[in-house]
Antibody
Framework: QVQLQESGPGLVKPSETLSLTCTVSGGSISNYYWSWIRQPPGKGLEWIGY???????SYNPSLKSRVTMSVDSSKSQFSLNLSSVTAADTAVYYCARSKTIFGVVGVFDCWGQGTLVTVSS | DIQMTQSPSSLSASVGDRVTITCRAS??????LNWYQQKPGKAPKLLIYAASSLQSGVPSRFSGSGSGTDFTLSISSLQPEDFATYYCQQSYSSPRTFGQGTRLEIK
């Protein structure tokens, strides 16, 4: 049973870079797409982007200028960097595995527990 | 971006009731529609993918239907553990987008 675990600072200062890592255990990181999704407190879900184990990425255009994702298959980890953060980036950040259905990526079938990141000075 | 609109935003029901939640896409998304359940303080859980396919391990009282722009999630006989927030999500195009959620409460 694959498990995902997010890790990283819970508090980030405005204008700095938010950095999170997701560790995959109980299964292979290879040949899957891996996503980041966030949820501001009391609000809905926003897809940030995904990365394939080859390094191919797709980002939400609303965040694209500030997002970088990377993958380290040797450590079974993938990471998110979000630069120039503001209070609007305060959210629970989830990592998730993306299942491919009919050749299309984007069904999130396995999720981490989530980590709250607060942007505040 | 494709906008996903769920109705109702909240719903009160009793154990044993049958409930239906609707999701409408702002454009044709074929059958690329997924449903998730989220309980307070927990990550979302995949229930239905490709509009009507039941994710492994999900009880058969959950079902999905629809194609194009209009979709439904039905729960045939509500159980106490079903009271949660439900989200639809399209995987037809980028960016992947979610509905605003439907909160299912105990009457």
């Amino acid at each position: 049973q694959v498990q995902l675990q997010e890790s990283g600072p819970g508090l980030v200062k405005p204008s700095e870079t938010l950095s999170l890592t997701c560790t995959v255990s109980g299964g292979s990181i290879s040949n899957y797409y891996w996503s980041w999704i966030r949820q501001p407190p009391g609000k809905g879900l926003e897809w940030i982007g995904y990365i394939y184990t080859s390094g191919t990425t797709s980002y939400n255009p609303s965040l694209k200028s500030r997002v970088t994702m990377s993958v380290d298959s040797s450590k079974s980890q993938f990471s998110l960097n979000l630069s120039s953060v503001t209070a609007a980036d305060t959210a629970v950040y989830y990592c998730a595995r993306s299942k491919t259905i009919f050749g299309v990526v984007g069904v999130f079938d396995c999720w981490g527990q989530g980590t709250l990141v607060t942007v505040s000075s | 971006d494709i906008q996903m609109t769920q109705s109702p935003s909240s719903l009160s029901a009793s154990v044993g009731d049958r409930v239906t939640i609707t999701c409408r896409a702002s454009q044709d998304i074929s059958s690329y529609l997924n449903w998730y359940q989220q309980k307070p303080g927990k990550a979302p859980k995949l229930l239905i993918y490709a509009a009507s396919s039941l994710q492994s391990g999900v009880p058969s009282r959950f079902s999905g239907s629809g194609s194009g722009t209009d979709f439904t999630l039905s729960i045939s006989s509500l159980q106490p553990e079903d009271f949660a927030t439900y989200y639809c999500q399209q995987s037809y195009s980028s960016p992947r987008t979610f509905g605003q959620g439907t909160r299912l409460e105990i009457k």
